[in-house]
């Protein structure tokens, strides 16, 4: 079951309601009900949560370089719970807008620390 799950959501884009990028879906959490029964939680996003996914040299590239760019080590992923997700095709989309998510801890360190910065960057939140 989990190579077919596997198959139908790691690596589809996650776009929003509004058809925006949301990010990619880079891991599957699990969790166990009442019963014993896993069932599939939410969708995880992120340099970090992709780079230990894909192990080896090429992985620890990915989760240093997320570490890099975040307050909190390690780097928590962007969890997307699967109640917000209306519909898997080509992509993966969402009920919700992308700013009704929680931020990516690698987006929220580039925006304040580079982004912001930037004359006239706050015209483009509009």
Do not use: N
């Not at 959501?9 to 166990?32: C, S």
């Amino acid at each position: 079951m989990r190579l077919q799950l596997a198959k139908q959501l790691l690596d589809r884009q996650i776009v929003d309601r509004d058809g925006r990028l949301v990010g990619r879906v880079d891991d599957i959490a699990f969790a166990i009900d009442a019963e014993g029964v896993p069932y599939v939680d939410c969708l995880l996003s992120g340099h970090g949560v992709l780079g230990q996914r894909i192990g080896g040299r090429i992985g620890r590239f990915l989760v240093s370089i997320a570490e890099r760019f975040a307050e909190e080590v390690p780097v928590p992923p962007r969890r997307i719970p699967l109640a917000q997700v209306a519909e898997v095709d080509s992509a993966v989309r969402l009920r919700c807008r992308a700013a009704d998510l929680p931020p990516s801890p690698t987006e929220s360190w580039l925006r304040r620390h580079m982004i912001d910065r930037i004359p006239g960057a706050d015209h483009a939140r509009r």
